[in-house]
């Protein structure tokens, strides 16, 4: 199982970016996916995830109403579309997937078996 994220950049703040993970190995449809970022110096911290119900998916409150994931099952593929882009959002972002995430865990880095290898955003001013 394995997970390759892209579209990571170089953006003016106001901008846009769509992330990008492609699953391979295994199938995405029963697993709850997610993105998590890492500030230098600092432990990764949570971005975005939906549940494998589809029918629950958390935020940040720092992204809230900015960042909008999805998932393609026909391409296996996750995505988290990125808008209105701030400095603080310079990060690398690493997109995840789990079979056993329960609901109360989705924020959770311990809850996810897989990780992608990270994409670097960043974003001036």
């Known amino acids: 199982v394995q997970l390759q994220a892209s579209g990571g950049g170089l953006v003016q703040a106001g901008d846009s970016l769509r992330l990008s993970c492609a699953a391979s190995?295994?199938?995405?449809?029963?697993?709850?996916v997610g993105w998590f970022r890492q500030f230098p110096g600092k432990e990764r911290t949570f971005v975005a995830a939906m549940h494998r119900n589809g029918g629950t998916t958390l935020y940040a409150d720092s992204v809230k109403g900015r960042f909008t994931l999805s998932r393609d099952n026909a391409k296996n593929t996750v995505y988290l579309q990125m808008n209105s882009l701030r400095p603080e959002d310079t990060a690398v972002y690493y997109c995840?997937?789990?079979?056993?995430?329960?609901?109360?865990?989705?924020?959770?880095?311990?809850?996810?078996?897989?990780w992608g290898q990270g994409t670097q955003v960043t974003v001036s001013s």
């Open positions: 190995g295994r199938t995405l449809r029963t697993d709850s």
């Open positions: 995840v997937r789990g079979s056993s995430v329960i609901l109360s865990n989705l924020a959770s880095r311990t809850a996810y078996s897989y």
